[in-house]
């Protein structure tokens, strides 16, 4: 599970990276949500994978780590929201530059 | 309730920004700019409290909702922290002074925005926590990127768009970073941390080493670290004036978070994991420091002057974190205030002298005078003497005890000659941007700006500090000395032993 877990989050990561070294905006956007995919499952594994056991103590004799969970919460309304920021900025871009490269150039 | 205080300079501008975006502030520029006004007092005030309280006792602990450490969320106040409140108070308290001249309505919501951006520098300065460092992080990043396009135009969106990328490419960075502490350490509380850091199983001290290094490339983006430092130039020089003079403390921030982390959890108490960064920080900050010098003599404006100086001082701040020892941070922190503090005069400075040059603005070609030329000319001369170190102002206690914290081995080689280097290229830009700007003028003024009484009250204010620092000089260097030595002697004995968790968990 661990393995499959990794392989998935490392491919998200490494398009995410890509989209975001291409050069315009709707890429780069495309390539942080990508990468927030990626960081919130990253996280939720730092607290070890576990199956059938709840975040509670006491429950049942195995236990999955809460904290992790409460982050990935944290990063994922945080993550949100930057997104929707960084995509009306892009827009804003678009019309003020008049087109979406990163740099404004056009070449 | 003066326990409570240390989480007023966190709660105060989080209530004072929300109630300017209710009815009877909203929409009222007087009775915003005068609330701002007072919280900016009241944060003034609770800072200097706070500094005594951390003169007077041990670093506190404060456990929010009494959740118990380390796994409640936690305010730390030391002297460190107590410092850099008080200096993003006095520059948030001027700033906003200059801003209050009119600069504000240029664009909607700058009180408000200005309110959160100070809640996330403060909060930043106080956590205990990394993962608050983080939110705080955030918080203070999504503040500053509407504040960047406040006033709107094609530059400031261009360099809005970079700014913006590169800071959420870095959070993502900063999260992966976090998620491999978390997974070695088995928690994110700093004092914490710096007590595990010894006892880290040895299969995880190359994951814990990844981790701490991802934190060193976020913190080295925020504080202009050489490769990532090329969106600030053209940032901090597109910007309005009042929001330039703010990001001063910007870098300032990354600097802060590299002492907490790499100075204090991955510093010399920290086993195998100790001080794993001072070896990527030596060259790096020479380059920063170097690449900085030769920017700053191709400034073609004032603007891009200060945001070139701005680099030169984050270069010389991490060449004393590289140093690693309390007298070069103390050294630092002394050079962190002064450098914070000036080039946020300047950059106000440079605004009067956009406004009334007209069309020229604040290039360096001849053009229009300047509407008032005594005064704007002995301004900048003052915020440059101090900037470039000559005897009677700051600069030059800085630089001396930058040099003096090189000790005299090799270490000394490497650091003055860059360091004396920069100290002439300002002198050489400043003299050329002084002659262009006040002498080598033609014709008369064509508007009728003058500056506002508040704008020269900031800047006056701000000036002000630099010789206050060297009559108050050897009181400051005791202070900023004591604090060097309380970051270093970690493992913070803010917990006590018994209850750090006892092991890293399964």
Redesign the interface.
């Known amino acids: 599970m661990e393995t499959i877990y990794a392989i998935c989050v490392g491919i998200m990561t490494a398009g ?1 990276v890509f989209l ?1 070294l291409r050069g315009y ?1 709707f890429a ?1 956007v495309l390539g ?1 949500t990508l ?2 995919y ?3 499952l ?2 939720f ?4 994978l576990v199956v059938n056991g709840a975040a509670i103590l006491g429950e049942s004799e195995v236990y999955a ?1 809460p ?2 969970q409460a ?1 990935v919460l ?2 994922i309304v ?2 949100f ?3 929707a ?2 995509l009306i ?2 827009l ?2 678009r019309a ?2 008049g087109n979406d490269q ?3 150039d056009n070449d | 309730m003066l326990q409570h205080l240390i989480f007023f300079p966190v709660l105060l501008p989080l209530l004072a920004g929300i109630f300017l975006l209710l009815p009877p502030l909203q929409g009222y520029a007087r009775r915003q700019r005068v609330a701002v006004f007072l919280v900016n007092a009241l944060l003034l005030v609770s800072a200097v409290l706070l500094l005594q309280q951390s003169l007077q006792h041990e670093p506190q602990m404060y456990m929010m909702g009494d959740w118990q450490a380390p796994f409640g969320i936690a305010l730390v106040n030391d002297k460190l922290a107590a410092i850099m409140l008080l200096l993003s108070a006095v520059l948030g308290f001027a700033v906003h002074l200059y801003a209050c001249a009119g600069d504000d309505q240029r664009g909607p919501f700058f009180h408000p925005l200005f309110m959160f951006q100070l809640m996330g520098i403060n909060g930043a300065f106080l956590t205990g926590d990394i993962f608050n460092l983080f939110v705080f992080f955030e918080i203070l990043l999504i503040a500053s990127y509407s504040l960047l396009i406040h006033g709107g135009g094609k530059q400031r969106t261009q360099a809005a768009v970079h700014y913006v990328l590169l800071n959420l490419v870095g959070s993502a960075f900063f999260l992966f970073g976090l998620g491999v502490i978390y997974a070695t350490f088995g928690t994110l509380n700093m004092a914490d941390m710096a007590y595990k850091a010894a006892q880290l199983n040895s299969e995880d001290i190359a994951l814990a080493k990844a981790g701490g290094l991802l934190l060193l490339v976020v913190f080295g983006l925020k504080a202009a670290l050489l490769p990532l430092h090329f969106w600030l130039p053209r940032t901090y020089a597109n910007t309005s004036t009042p929001v330039a003079a703010l990001f001063a403390i910007m870098t300032k921030v990354g600097i802060y978070s590299l002492w907490r982390v790499h100075t204090a959890v991955f510093g010399e108490h920290g086993g195998e994991l100790a001080n794993i960064a001072v070896g990527w920080l030596w060259p790096l900050a020479l380059a920063t420091l170097v690449a900085g010098i030769i920017a700053l003599l191709a400034s073609q404006t004032l603007k891009m002057l200060a945001a070139n100086l701005v680099v030169v001082s984050a270069g010389s701040l991490l060449l004393t974190i590289a140093l690693n020892t309390p007298q070069a941070t103390a050294a630092g922190l002394y050079y962190l205030i002064h450098s914070t503090l000036m080039s946020a005069a300047l950059f106000l400075i440079a605004g009067l002298v956009q406004e009334q040059r007209g069309q020229a603005q604040d290039r360096f070609v001849r053009s229009r005078p300047v509407n008032q030329p005594a005064l704007l000319g002995g301004l900048f001369f003052i915020a440059a003497l101090a900037l470039v170190g000559m005897p009677p102002l700051s600069g030059f206690v800085g630089k001396i005890l930058l040099l003096q914290a090189a000790g005299d081995g090799s270490d000394a080689a490497w650091i003055w000659p860059p360091i004396l280097i920069s100290g002439l290229a300002a002198l050489i830009i400043f003299s050329r941007a002084g002659t262009t700007l006040f002498w080598r003028a033609q014709g008369v003024s064509q508007n009728q700006v003058v500056a506002h009484p508040l704008q020269i009250t900031a800047i006056i204010l701000l000036l002000l500090t630099s010789p206050a620092m060297v009559i108050w000089g050897g009181a400051l260097t005791d202070l900023s000395l004591s604090a060097a030595y309380e970051l270093h002697q970690q493992p913070l004995p803010v917990i006590p032993a018994n209850m750090a968790v006892p092991e890293v968990l399964p």
Do not use: E, K, W
């Open positions: 995410g975001v905006t780069v942080l990468l927030s990626a960081v919130n990253f996280l594994a730092s607290g070890r780590d904290l992790p982050l944290t990063a945080i993550g929201a930057m997104t920021f960084a900025l892009a804003r871009a003020d530059l990163v740099d404004g």
